[in-house]
T-cell receptor
């Protein structure tokens, strides 16, 4: 079983719709959680860190469920510019390494 | 305001050749790492370093060497290139060890083809 698992998609979503991704992790010692965004042929960039109580940044909401070991990302009122691959990233307590999911590809359709 | 500088952007090698991918950061991060990204595989950790003089293996270290003589620089060496090393390589700096919820910064990537 992979340490971090994501639905690869692709998700093809009309502009203005709401879309949600889930990501599951296998190591219960995981401490830090992130969503990174990667545009085609570009480097990954941090979209948002995920806090225990859940957090929101504009149209983006991230939630953490430690009991079920998953994190989610919700994008509201999707824009064409949201088209990208979204990477779920996990860091284990006491370990500096980041573990990446394979990514979920999102395409927003006009 | 360079952040992470990774060179070269593109490289074609013949099987058996060696080369060094350069990575430099100006954020004084202790933690640096190298990943390769292949279709359907996500980013896989090759080697990482928690400070000058300290390196360790990641998930896929075979065929690669690293060194960390300074905080700023973390080069990745391919010893004898093989077609299986055709990939996109990313260098990353951070997150800071004592601030785990902050950002890791990536270089622009190197597209390597081994023929």
């Amino acid at each position: 079983r992979k340490e971090v698992e994501q639905d690869p998609g692709p998700f093809n979503v009309p502009e203005g719709a709401t879309v949600a991704f889930n990501c599951t992790y296998s190591n219960s010692a995981s401490q830090s959680f992130f969503w990174y965004r990667q545009d085609c042929r570009k480097e990954p960039k941090l979209l948002m860190s995920v806090y225990s109580s859940g957090n929101e940044d504009g149209r983006f909401t991230a939630q953490l469920n430690r009991a079920s070991q998953y994190i989610s990302l919700l994008i509201r009122d999707s824009k064409l510019s949201d088209s990208a691959t979204y990477l779920c990233v996990v860091r284990v307590f006491g370990n500096e390494k980041l573990t990446f999911g394979t990514g979920t590809r999102l395409t927003i359709i006009p | 305001n360079a952040g992470v500088t990774q060179t070269p952007k593109f490289q074609v090698l013949k099987t058996g050749q060696s080369m060094t991918l350069q990575c430099a950061q100006d954020m004084n991060h202790e933690y640096m790492s190298w990943y390769r990204q292949d279709p359907g595989m996500g980013l896989r950790l090759i080697h990482y370093s928690v400070g000058a003089g300290i390196t360790d293996q990641g998930e896929v270290p075979n065929g690669y060497n690293v060194s960390r003589s300074t905080t700023e620089d973390f080069p990745l060496r391919l010893l004898s290139a093989a077609p299986s090393q055709t990939s996109v390589y990313f260098c990353a700096s951070g997150p800071p060890i004592r601030d785990p919820l902050t950002e890791a910064f990536f270089g622009q990537g190197t597209r390597l083809t081994v023929v």
